[in-house]
């Protein structure tokens, strides 16, 4: 009989970092792994290289992105890990100069806020459906990982509403952290780094090579790892952001409460009781 295996999903499985996740747990030989992608000729090649499985879909549409995920639990009677890994940079100049008088300007291109906020949020709320409806059977880790960048931690004005979309998804792996893992022990944690497609105009050894993001990603997935002070951890990885620069990852916190009020408002219920 062959030992079933855990299910898995990618979001912009087709290339980059999503890619590069998928072909590890490819490559362990315990996951079916379902690349979902808006790209259906560089989804469907890197699916065939990986043995995986492709998903043409807009996760924007958040129907399309429904239909696929009850396909995927449909097809392999379980889920257990989400890669909520789509998103975009830029696009557009938010502070160019618009020859239109007295008429309002064009709207400023939001579709980073559609994708790297609300799909990820819409992906999250699917995973979180299909978890509970996997068996609790030990096998599966019930884990979600998103990407965020460090455009979501430090001021980014070159790409502000990219970076504004970056703060809300590791906002959102925050504040989702706490009461998924209470009440269906589903981990979330977050990643963010150095895209090299916006600043691409520095040394190439500023950035995160594909194998340390492989790396960070397995070590939410699995639970385990290291704190950045090198003790090993005896908790559960949940609620999470690791910072990753170059060939390091930091574990980062929250900023600390300004004062004894705003710490007992903002804290119940939040991460930090995970631990209390």
């Known amino acids: 009989m062959t030992p079933q295996r855990k299910a ?16 590890e747990l490819v490559q362990r030989g315990d996951w079916v792994v379902n690349l979902l992608d808006v790209n ?11 043995g995986a499985i492709f998903h043409k879909v807009d996760v924007t549409d958040y129907h399309s992105l429904g239909a696929t995920f009850k396909n ?3 097809a392999h009677k379980r889920l257990d890990f989400v890669f ?49 409806q996997t068996p609790n059977d030990g096998l599966g ?13 430090y001021s980014c004005p070159a790409a502000c509403i990219y970076g504004a979309s970056k703060f809300a998804a590791l906002g959102w792996a925050r504040n ?30 500023y950035f995160v090579p594909i194998e340390k993001v492989v790396e960070v990603v397995m070590m939410l997935l699995d639970g385990d790892g290291k704190q950045a ?8 990885l949940v609620g ?3 910072e990753i620069s170059g060939t390091s990852h930091y574990f980062r916190t929250q900023v600390e409460y300004c004062d004894e009020a705003m710490a007992a408002v903002m804290s119940a219920p939040g991460v930090d009781d995970l631990w209390a």
């Open 176 to 205: 989702i952290a706490g009461p998924m893992y209470k009440k269906d022990g589903i981990r979330v944690n977050a990643i963010y780094l150095l895209s090299d497609g916006l600043w691409e105009k520095f040394p190439r050894e």
């Open 229 to 236: 002070n090198g003790a090993d951890s005896q908790k559960p």
């Open 84 to 132: 909520a890994n789509a998103g975009i940079a830029e696009r557009g100049d938010f502070y160019a100069t618009n020859d239109t008088g007295e008429e309002p300007p064009p709207p400023p291109n939001t579709l980073p806020i559609d994708i790297n906020v609300t799909s990820v949020i819409n992906t999250c709320y699917l995973a979180q459906h299909y978890f509970r």
């Open 240 to 242: 999470q952001t690791v």
């Open 40 to 50: 259906a000729e560089t989804g469907s090649e890197a699916a065939k290289r990986l």
């Open 8 to 23: 898995a999903i990618v979001t912009g499985g087709g290339s980059g970092m999503g890619y590069a996740v998928a072909a």
């Open 72 to 74: 995927v639990y449909k």
């Open 141 to 153: 880790p019930r884990s979600i990982v998103v990407t965020a960048s460090c455009g979501g931690l």
